[in-house]
């Protein structure tokens, strides 16, 4: 889901965070009471992220009111530092029981999440695969996957009509029609005004990926420098839409006519239906070269355990109360506020709504094309490569000696990590 509507917030930096446990500090009171007066006595706390979607903190609330096994207390956090919120709270007496993020190493040997195997395993093969294996550490899972999020370009039909130009399949293609539908009022692209929205996709489209299977960089190919040397032309090009006013998680810049094309998340489906109604369409990220493919970005949400935490049993029977057994509410987390793909096939199967038109091809385009979060690279590993999009793309420096910078990077985390 998008992050909140009203705030500057890169919801990527979210989206993509790890642990960050350097923060200190306790966490202001946000969110209320949502569990039942009284109850068994038991008493829960769950963190959540803001979402943008009308409905949302109400839902989650209702959600948590309904278990009868003990009081749960929601704490909704609004500002735009989610993750050091969550992280610096996980430090003191404070720290939530039950907390959504994303798959992270440093959360499992660093001991803060629970090991919820034994509450998965009897539903596992329901899940989408790829959900398992991302939460998955020498064997054990340790999260459950409520939602996933792919994200793709939006584009506007009239727009691409008007200007003559076709889908684009290849970066080159991207490009030339970005070129062609840059006007005087409209830019032709917009990907995020920090760019680094793309940094994964790019890898994929490129052929190569993060790290190999034995934890080895296998990011610094040749394809990926000849990305970012069209990302640095793309850039330089004035076809780009930089400064816009929100970040390209919130649907705003193709609904107000900024852009012809944004890249954004299949959670703001219903908001573009609502501002453009038919006038849309959907494609991957293009491939880099001849023996790339086109990708997709599978984001999402979690629920962890704190293995910390001074309830884990009764959390983990909340959790899988929640998140396995009460379908229903599952369900209608992830399609009656923005659009978002069950992680469980069952429900997949049946969400309608994802069954027709544009939902329908962002389901094909997940499974056709979607590539998942690896659990080993590490935030540290992200900002390197942020890093080489801010010297390469934006500043014209060498890819190769920015890749050479973020190899050093990489190499010396994988070292901690891995040995």
């Not at 009897?122 to 550490?137: G, L, R």
């Not at 889908?167 to 032709?188: C, R």
């Not at 005004?193 to 296998?218: F, K, M, R, Y």
């Not at 990220?285 to 970005?297: E, H, L, M, N």
């Amino acid at each position: 889901m998008s992050a909140m509507s009203n705030s500057n917030w890169d919801r990527r930096s979210v989206l993509r965070a790890a642990m960050g446990l350097a923060a200190a500090g306790g966490l202001a009171a946000c969110g209320s009471n949502t569990g039942r007066a009284g109850g068994s006595g038991k008493t829960l706390v769950q963190m959540f992220h803001a979402y943008g979607e009308a409905g949302t903190e109400q839902a989650i609330k209702k959600y948590a009111k309904a278990y009868k096994e003990a009081n749960v207390t929601t704490q909704w956090i609004t500002s735009a530092d989610f993750e050091s919120k969550l992280f610096s709270t996980l430090l003191t007496d404070n720290a939530p029981d039950v907390f959504e993020f994303h798959p992270q190493i440093q959360m499992i040997k660093s001991g803060q999440v629970a090991d919820l195997t034994d509450i998965i395993e009897p539903v596992k093969d329901d899940f989408n695969p790829a959900d398992i294996q991302s939460h998955t550490v020498d064997g054990k899972i340790y999260g459950v996957r409520m939602i996933d999020d792919p994200q793709f370009f939006f584009y506007r039909k009239s727009m691409f009509e008007e200007a003559g130009v076709d889908v684009p399949t290849t970066l080159d293609e991207l490009m030339e029609i970005s070129a062609k539908l840059t006007t005087s009022k409209v830019k032709g692209l917009y990907i995020g005004n920090d760019l680094h929205n793309v940094n994964d996709t790019l890898i994929w489209s490129a052929g190569a990926q993060h790290l190999t299977e034995n934890n080895e960089i296998a990011y610094h190919t040749d394809g990926v420098v000849e990305g970012l040397k069209k990302m640095r032309k793309l850039f330089t090009s004035g076809d780009l839409l930089l400064g816009a006013p929100t970040e390209s998680w919130d649907p705003s810049s193709l609904n107000q006519g900024l852009c012809a094309i944004q890249f954004c998340g299949m959670w703001a489906m219903p908001q573009i239906q609502d501002a453009l109604g038919d006038d849309w369409g959907i494609f991957p990220f293009p491939k880099v070269t001849d023996s790339g493919k086109q990708s997709v970005y599978n984001g999402g949400w979690s629920m962890f355990v704190n293995a910390k935490g001074k309830n884990v049993e009764a959390a983990k029977e909340y959790v899988k109360w929640l998140w396995i057994d009460q379908k229903e509410y599952q369900e209608d987390w992830a399609t009656s506020y923005g659009f978002h793909i069950p992680p469980r096939a069952s429900l997949a199967k049946e969400a309608t709504k994802l069954k027709s038109g544009n939902a329908a091809e962002g389901v094909r385009l997940f499974n056709e094309f979607g590539h998942f979060d690896n659990i080993g690279w590490t935030q540290a590993m992200r900002t390197a490569m942020e890093d080489v999009w801010a010297n390469c793309v934006r500043k014209d420096m060498d890819p190769e000696a920015a890749l050479d910078k973020c190899d050093t990077a990489v190499n010396r985390e994988l070292k901690k990590l891995f040995g």
